[in-house]
């Protein structure tokens, strides 16, 4: 596990004093083009300013002990579990599998990992095979399961739990579709915090530019939640709002980048996309346009933290902050849940709290590893802690 340096506190008071010496919240409105203008000078939302600066300071904390569980069944022996991947070329799909991996290691278990290569048709084919191979447990690796109903529905008749990751909107149990749980952040929670980043880093004053992908449900909902935390400042106005299909965003997005410099300028001075992967195609256009790699635009991804947009903010060069999944954990909470599956028992209810990265408080890490996971959940297994799972 990497070790974080500790963050350095910082009031919401100072916060919105730095970001407005630093952001400079210009104003002005751009004549043509259709360009809407940015944020006029100034805190036009205090509230909700002071507040974002709380919630922020709050996430970037790296030294938060472990609120996960303590107690659940000792590890049940010599099972195998199959993870069903949207595609692996996905780093936040990859991430959590390797994880599983790992934790799956430490209980003598076997994992297979089968990829559904990003198209509804491979990730069909890959669950059916799934099933034909009569795992004890099915991980569901960042898709719709309203993709996969019939292999679903085949897998519950056999009797297989399945776990997704990033499945549904929500954490925990769901009936439908049938999972034992579903791992992730709470959408809402993320969605939350990478607004309040902006508002926070622009002193209440910015021009903004969402990146989405409606076509997943997970992430046309967390845009939305996105739009409706930024419409709480009135001093931030969304300038745009760029439906780009994840696997068309290596295409697509440095071309949008390029016609959305040239329509709002200096104007747009952050962006939020719903996953990191839109600034590692983004960051050739603003290159090409003459932008800082430290910005403006200011860029913070609300999705995943893979490995390369930890780069990109610890070299500064177009992305700004990231609200990564704990994706090591989140990969041996998937193992835990299907041992306490096994066990008969409940989901363990546990639902990872949000994190905000940035080069101040990466430490120089690529990953978001909270400390303490591995420790407690090594524990449970071994009986040194074991009893009823946690409600």
């Known amino acids: 596990m990497h070790p974080y340096r500790k963050s350095v506190p910082v009031t919401a008071a100072l916060w919105a004093a730095a970001v407005l010496a630093v952001a400079g919240c210009s104003g002005g409105s751009s004549a043509g083009s259709g360009a809407a203008s940015a944020a006029p000078s100034g805190n036009g939302c205090p509230a909700a300013l002071a507040r974002a600066g709380q919630e922020v300071e709050r996430a970037e904390r790296t030294d938060a002990a472990w609120t996960g569980p303590t107690t659940g ?19 936040g799909v990859a991430g959590v599998a390797q994880g599983v991996r790992e934790a799956a290691a430490r209980l003598g278990w076997d994992v ?31 898709f719709d399961p309203r993709l996969t109903s019939q292999q679903l529905a ?16 929500s954490p925990g149990p769901s009936t439908a579709p049938k999972l034992f749980t579903n791992v992730t952040t709470r959408v809402e929670d993320v969605a939350r915090v990478s607004a309040d980043w902006v508002i926070a880093r622009s002193g209440g004053g910015a021009g903004v530019v969402l990146f989405t992908d409606d076509s997943i449900p997970f992430a046309r909902h967390k845009a939305e939640l996105i739009r409706q935390e930024l419409a709480g400042c009135p001093g931030v106005r969304l300038l745009a709002s760029k439906n780009i299909p994840i696997p068309d965003a290596a295409q697509r997005t440095p071309q949008e980048v390029s016609s959305l410099w040239s329509r709002f300028g200096e104007d747009w001075t952050h962006s939020v996309a719903v996953n990191d992967l839109y600034f590692a195609d983004a960051a ?3 290159r090409a ?28 060069q177009y992305q700004a902050a990231t609200v990564p999944e704990p994706l ?7 193992v ?55 409600p």
């Open 112 to 142: 297979r990992v089968i990829d559904g290569s990003g198209t509804p048709a491979g990730i069909q084919a890959a669950f059916s095979q799934a099933v034909t191979l009569r795992p004890s447990g099915i991980v569901i690796g960042g």
């Open 328 to 334: 090591g954990q989140q990969g041996w909470q998937i």
């Open 154 to 169: 085949q897998a519950e008749a056999a009797g297989i739990p399945v776990i997704g990751w990033h499945a549904v909107d």
């Open 73 to 91: 069944p000792r590890a049940v022996p010599g099972k195998n579990l199959v993870y069903v991947a949207q595609t692996m070329t996905n780093p």
């Open 284 to 286: 050739p256009a603003l």
């Open 289 to 316: 346009a003459g932008r800082p790699g430290a910005g403006p635009p200011f860029n913070v991804g609300a999705g995943d933290g893979d490995p390369s947009a930890f780069q990109r903010i610890n070299g500064r």
């Open 336 to 390: 835990d849940e299907f041992n306490r599956a096994f066990a008969g028992q409940r989901p363990s209810g546990y639902v990872a709290p949000v994190h905000v990265v940035t080069a101040r408080n990466s430490g120089g890490a690529t990953s978001w590893d909270p400390p303490g996971y591995r420790e407690a959940y090594e524990r449970i297994w071994q009986g040194v802690t074991a009893g009823p799972a946690s």
